[in-house]
């Protein structure tokens, strides 16, 4: 299913910061983990997540840094921050609220 | 079809936008300096990265290597536009930073300035605003985009330079009173000129005025008790006494009526700072009396210390009751 732009736009960094609240990971690991918990959902264009990281790390929600991987490779791995677990609760929160208020207005629509 | 490696590189240097010439030499000469200074360079491994992975991942999954790379690409998006927003959002947060260090350091040449009685008509200086339009004009020539963002960018550079420059004529000319104005005045007119070119179009003005009013709350005190001159003949015990109980208060008003989840870090900041300019003191005034030195180590650093404490215990009981209310 494609979403609209403003939508995926909306949400993007709150699934970025969720998915690094579980652990670190590098760019491609967060698109597989988000593709894996939607079930498929999501199908993003792959590289929009880079800005999206870059830009987090410049509010400092997370933290991006050269690090050696398992294969011997350098890989530009992100980790979040305090700051960042506080914006995802905080993110998390607002979310619920607002999800739950437009789906009772669309069930009330259809009732 | 050919190797992957080769066929990522060929389409990154297709679809990215190409390196300077000067960035070109510093890869060659210093790979490992300009591996962390040329964000370009980080930007297309993290590209290079990510395709190579999910190219693997669809081979793995049974597709040919034409279907895996052509899917890759299509997926991906274009690389040009995502490339130039990762350039985009790397340059708002270099320019953040450099913005706050400015702004830390014009704090810190003001009471100097102020020492070395700055007149108002010194702040116009043509050859300081000469070197800094020079700077700007190199720095507008050697980058990719030449428009107006990038050279605001340059006086940032040219504020540095101008810094570095005043600090060692400072150094240099230490022992001599009369040259200390003027290493000072230039410090000061640099940092003030760079702010003032370039910070109407950078972020974060919101947290350069919080600075502003941080550092101001310490340093008010500690000027207005003439703690700040290059004598510390003034200092006695009820002075510092009273320097310190304001400099703690200034520093927690200023910074809790803005953002409480901000107050380690800034206090931590101011904490440092404070202490920099203690230490700055003693090596000025190595011959006078160690004990009033010391007492001004403690009345300087110490409060935004306790204050970094005391907020830090603040903040653990805020995350608790939180935790508590989800």
Redesign the interface.
């Known amino acids: 299913m494609k979403f609209r732009k403003e939508l995926v736009g909306s949400t993007t960094a709150t699934l970025i910061l969720s998915v690094l609240n579980t652990g670190s990971a590098h760019g491609y690991e967060i698109v597989r983990r988000i593709n894996e918990l939607s079930d498929g959902i999501f199908e993003w264009q792959e590289g929009t997540i880079y800005p999206a990281l870059h830009k987090l790390e410049a509010k400092e929600l997370i933290r991006g840094e050269w690090v050696e991987a398992s294969s011997g490779k350098m890989r530009r791995v992100y980790a979040i921050t305090g700051e960042g677990r506080r914006a995802l609760i905080s993110d998390a929160k607002e979310w619920s609220v607002y999800s739950k208020a437009v789906e009772s207005i669309l069930e009330a629509s259809y009732a | 079809m050919r190797d992957i490696e080769e066929l990522i590189k060929e389409y990154c240097a297709q679809h990215l936008p190409p390196e300077p010439a000067w960035i070109g030499v510093l890869n060659r000469r210093f790979p490992k300096i300009s591996?962390?200074m040329d964000s370009a360079k980080?930007?297309q491994?993290?590209?290079e990265?990510?395709l190579r992975?999910?190219y693997e991942?669809a081979l793995s999954k049974g597709q040919s290597a034409e279907d895996a790379w052509r899917l890759e690409q299509e997926?991906?998006?274009?690389?040009a536009v995502?490339s130039r927003?990762?350039q985009?959002?790397?340059a708002?947060?270099c320019k953040?930073m450099m913005v706050r260090f400015l702004a830390v350091v014009a704090l810190f040449v003001l009471p100097l300035g102020e020492i070395a009685r700055i007149r108002i008509p010194a702040f116009f200086s043509p050859s300081l605003l000469f070197f800094l339009a020079a700077c700007m004009g190199v720095g507008f020539l050697i980058t990719r985009r030449r428009d107006w963002d990038s050279l605001r960018k340059y006086a940032f550079y040219g504020a540095w330079l101008g810094l570095i420059w005043a600090m060692v004529y400072t150094i240099i000319h230490v022992k001599d009173p009369s040259k200390l104005g003027a290493g000072a005045a230039i410090m000061l007119l640099s940092t003030f000129y760079g702010l003032f070119l370039a910070a109407p179009k950078s972020h974060g003005l919101v947290s350069i005025a919080m600075m502003l009013l941080c550092h101001v709350g310490v340093l008010i005190p500690l000027a207005r008790f003439g703690l700040l001159s290059f004598y510390p003949d003034k200092i006695d015990a009820g002075l510092l006494g009273m320097t310190a109980a304001l400099s703690l208060v200034s520093v927690l008003v200023s910074l809790a009526i803005f953002d409480i989840?901000?107050l380690p870090r800034r206090l931590a900041g101011v904490a440092a700072f404070s202490m920099v300019f203690a230490y700055i003191q003693i090596l000025g005034n190595l011959t006078r009396s160690n004990a009033s030195l010391l007492a001004f180590i403690f009345a300087t650093s110490l409060p935004p210390l306790t204050a970094v404490l005391i907020t830090m215990q603040f903040q653990k009981l805020q995350r608790l009751l939180?935790r508590e209310a989800?």
């Open positions: 591996s962390w980080s930007v491994r993290e590209i990265d990510h992975d999910s991942a997926r991906f998006g274009d690389v995502i927003e990762i985009k959002a790397r708002q947060s953040c989840r901000k939180l989800n």
